[in-house]
């Protein structure tokens, strides 16, 4: 056991003193890596929260006298605190050390959760983590053997199950709009032009920013092809989420992407079939500059989906140990998935005729795998007054006042997912990372719709869900009712596997155009 020596605070400079040991799969973590003692790192930083967008000026001073750094913009609810990790330790009153994990890669960490300090409380409101490592995930569809039948959905069967093939007959394609894909992951365009051959639809080559993510990726071919079958008319972008996992700092990246991406292209939807790291390893505050960019991006018109994890609900759940029984620790969402302002997809098991029209649907789980549609309670955020009637179907020991998710859900088992080609062969997608864009590309083509017939983008569609979902002219969602996950099961109306269910397209529309008509 490694003994290591504290640095202490002056005394009462901390609210609360040094701050609580950090618990759960934070802790896990840090377990799970070597310590090697104190940080020798020059460039350790955290993110605080701020009481109003006024100039922090206190916070500057503080730090100031204390040989750290901050950085904020006009505006901005929030600024980052940096320097040596050592300064950043003195000043806060905690242990930061250095760590390297199981795969080789050094970060730094404190096992402690920083305190506000008294002399900032008036102009601080919260602080985040002292953490340099984001864990990320990126699903990989499983490449499924050839005699699949039909090599799964095809574009006009997926557009036909979930309603959206009369829009797409009457011209609705997404002309005019724009999905931008975040990935970790390149593509290869000859796969991609393969895909629009095969299928009879136009040739696209995606605009790509950021540089490329990397090589071809079966997760970027899945996305851009799903999208493309849904809205062929619609731009395509490729943006490059690697650097927000390239040293420390993601959250603060991971804004200014969104800011970034918001500014090229302003009213855009956003699919992201990525995730940083489980709610459990950080704060609300942590997560400020990701939401305050998704925010003003949906202010703009943006409409931001993303995949809720493969998991089964247990996002928290870290190494490859899959045959121990899951503890309470592994249970959590995907930290940006949780955002109130993000539309949070989950994945089902589909069954459909031979043309794609719809037959029945239930929750994706695959148990041997332990792979399945995720979801859940969140440990960031407070329920959304949108949301309060749906958690009127959440069992009570699960409804604790937090953000619940998935938000929809799509087809996501693998087994009955959509066709796309990749390495010049017909595979078939899966995962809620093909739930995301399906979502993706449907928006897309509802607000081609809504523009074309005189209403506005989609913008923030959380609460436009829920809002159609207690009560519409047009029933808009199928209910699935059968299944669960490793934690939580369907039920009728709202459930935490699947949400308000998947989407009847058409009528979805039509029941957001009667909305934008009476808010007008």
Known sequence: MLLTASVGPAPGSLRGGPGELIGGPYAALLAHSVDLGPSHDRTAQLIVELRDGGPPRTLQSWAGSRSLAVRWRPGQQWAVV???????????????????????????????????????????????????????????????????????????????????????GDGYTGKGQTIAIFAFGGFDQADLDAFATRYALPRFTPTVIGGSPGPSSAETTMDLSIVHAIAPDAQKVVVNARPTVEGDGA????????????????????SFSISWGCDKLLTATDLAPARSALTAAAARGTTAFMANGDLAGLECKSGDDWSSAPAADNVGLNSVASLPEMVNVGGTTLSTDARGGWLGEQTWYDIPLSLGTSGGVSELFDLPGWQGAASGTVAADRNTGRRLTPDVAAVADPFTGVSFILDGQPTIGGGTSQAAPIWAGFAAVMNDYLLSTGGRRLGDLNPLLYRIAAGARLPAFRDVTLGGNAVDNAAPGYDLVTGLGTPRVGNLVRDVADLQRETS
């Open 82 to 168: 940096e320097g040596g990790a050592q300064t950043v330790a003195r000043a806060f009153g905690v242990d930061v050390h250095d760590f390297r994990e199981r795969h080789g890669r050094v970060f730094y960490a404190s096992r402690h959760q920083p305190a506000v300090p008294d002399a900032l409380a008036g102009e601080v409101s919260g602080v985040g983590r002292i953490l340099g490592y984001t864990p990320y995930r990126t699903s990989q569809p499983r490449q499924l053997p050839l005699d699949v039948p039909e090599f799964g959905l095809t574009p006009a069967a997926l557009r036909t199950t979930y309603e959206a093939d009369g829009l797409f």
């Open 251 to 270: 959250y603060v990246k991971i804004g200014q992407m969104m800011e970034d991406v918001d500014r090229q292209f302003p009213g855009a939807v956003w």
